[in-house]
């Protein structure tokens, strides 16, 4: 008789490489088969195939029948950190959310490096320098990353007030 192994779950990356869906049949299927649904050799590829169920068939030879088994794929989401940024602040400037100055559309929801408290650098409190913005990512995916370089210029200093006397006679 056929042996198609047993049904199986898959998650992958939305922007992994392709994966062989014999691998992750249950069992010990004979090899040979077919996939439904178009898979090239049983490659499922994020780029190209679209998740769902599969169907891997094994023919019979009379009087056996068929034998299948169905590895039902599921996809999770890249995070995108965006790309590195660089701003230049004002030393007594006010507080700027660094999420800003993150370039491409970068996901909300990551956490920032150097103890930054929802993104806020504030130049009298915090240092000039990098800062690493984080997404994690959900297996299979990985985490992404992106930089934001912060300057702090000096602020003009024109001095204090003063008062000055003089003389209406003087030279």
Do not use: H, K, R
């Amino acid at each position: 008789a056929p042996d198609a192994g047993t049904d199986a779950n898959l998650t992958v990356c939305d922007q992994g490489a392709a994966v062989n869906l014999f691998n992750s049949l249950g069992g010990s299927p004979d090899a040979g088969g077919t996939w439904s649904g178009g898979l090239v050799g049983g490659m499922y590829d994020p780029a190209v195939n679209t998740p769902g169920a599969y169907t891997y068939t094994v023919t019979g030879t009379s009087p056996c029948g068929n034998a299948t088994a169905t590895v039902t794929v599921s996809e999770t989401g890249s995070p995108d950190a965006g790309s590195d940024g660089a701003v230049t602040v004002c030393e007594g400037g006010a507080a700027i959310d660094l999420f800003t100055e993150l370039g491409g559309s970068p996901d909300a929801g990551g956490s920032w490096s150097g103890g930054l408290v929802g993104g806020m650098f504030d130049p009298a409190v915090n240092a000039a320098g990098n800062y690493t913005y984080t997404l994690n990512a959900t297996a299979p995916c990985t985490s992404d990353q992106s930089q934001v370089v912060v300057t702090i210029a000096s602020a003009p200093d024109a001095g204090t007030d003063a008062n000055l006397t003089v003389c209406d006679q003087g030279a």
